[in-house]
């Protein structure tokens, strides 16, 4: 059965998944509390401490992978997260890319994703993105995600295995030679 075990960095083509540390507190704040990035996502204190607090607790909870997506250089760009696993779905959110990330960041990342919770065993997605945020729910309806409910603010997607390994293929060329899982 899938489970969520944090590795230490993911590596893809551009983008390196890295598990947020508390030393990416004040970098998590500012890119949440952003009026523009922060609008469709739930609430974030500007309190650093807060945020320590979070992560803190967060490195001893194993319901939910937390990654800062940086590039190759360790330049830090976003954040994406995988948590709510219900049998073998999982949900992701969380996902942030400040301005000027490198182009194909977004692309990219969404591939890390599914490539990672497919091989810890995962084989379908359920996730909700806000009415308003067009440009997001988008995105996941291009990689093949079905909008199956709806909520006040929010529409609810779930995309199965055979759309992920579509999508997978689709825009292999982002993503050429899969992703290295290192777990130190
Ligand atoms: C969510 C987020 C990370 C997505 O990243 P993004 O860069 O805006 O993603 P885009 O929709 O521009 O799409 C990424 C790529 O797909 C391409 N694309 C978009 N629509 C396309 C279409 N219809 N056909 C083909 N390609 C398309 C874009 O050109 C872009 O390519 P590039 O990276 O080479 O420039 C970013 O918008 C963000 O941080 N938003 C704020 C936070 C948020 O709302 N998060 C979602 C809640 S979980």
Same mark, same amino acid.
């Given at each position: 059965?899938?489970?969520? /075990?944090?590795p230490?960095?993911?590596?893809? +083509?551009?983008?390196v998944?890295?598990?947020?540390?508390?030393s990416?507190? &004040?970098?998590?704040?500012e890119?949440?509390?952003?009026?523009?990035?922060?609008?469709?996502?739930?609430?974030?204190?500007?309190?650093?401490?807060?945020?320590?607090?979070?992560?803190?607790?967060?490195? +001893?909870?194993?319901?939910? /992978?937390?990654?800062?997506i &940086?590039?190759?250089?360790?330049?830090?760009?976003?954040?994406?997260?995988l948590?709510?696993?219900?049998?073998?779905?999982?949900?992701?959110?969380?996902?942030?890319?400040?301005?000027?990330?490198?182009?194909?960041?977004?692309?990219?990342?969404?591939?890390?994703?599914?490539?990672?919770?497919?091989?810890?065993?995962?084989?379908?997605?359920?996730?909700?993105?806000?009415?308003? +945020?067009?440009? @997001?729910w988008q995105?996941?309806?291009?990689?093949?995600? @079905?909008?199956?409910?709806?909520? &006040?603010d929010?529409? /609810?997607? +779930?995309?199965?295995?055979e759309?992920?390994?579509?999508?997978?293929?689709?825009?292999?060329?982002?993503l050429?030679?899969? /992703? &290295?899982?290192?777990?130190d």
């Amino acid at each position: 059965m899938s489970s969520f /075990i944090k590795p230490t960095k993911i590596i893809g +083509n551009k983008v390196v998944f890295r598990n947020a540390t508390v030393s990416d507190a &004040e970098f998590i704040v500012e890119l949440r509390t952003d009026p523009q990035l922060g609008k469709y996502l739930s609430l974030t204190s500007s309190d650093v401490s807060l945020q320590i607090a979070w992560l803190e607790k967060y490195a +001893n909870d194993n319901s939910q /992978i937390y990654f800062i997506i &940086e590039d190759k250089r360790g330049e830090r760009f976003g954040t994406v997260r995988l948590y709510d696993q219900q049998d073998d779905s999982f949900c992701w959110g969380s996902w942030v890319l400040k301005d000027g990330r490198p182009s194909g960041f977004a692309t990219e990342s969404a591939l890390m994703v599914y490539h990672f919770a497919l091989g810890l065993g995962f084989t379908k997605s359920h996730f909700d993105v806000r009415k308003d +945020n067009r440009k @997001v729910w988008q995105f996941h309806e291009r990689f093949g995600a @079905v909008r199956v409910a709806q909520t &006040e603010d929010d529409y /609810i997607y +779930n995309i199965s295995l055979e759309a992920i390994q579509k999508a997978m293929a689709r825009y292999r060329d982002y993503l050429p030679d899969g /992703i &290295e899982v290192i777990n130190d």
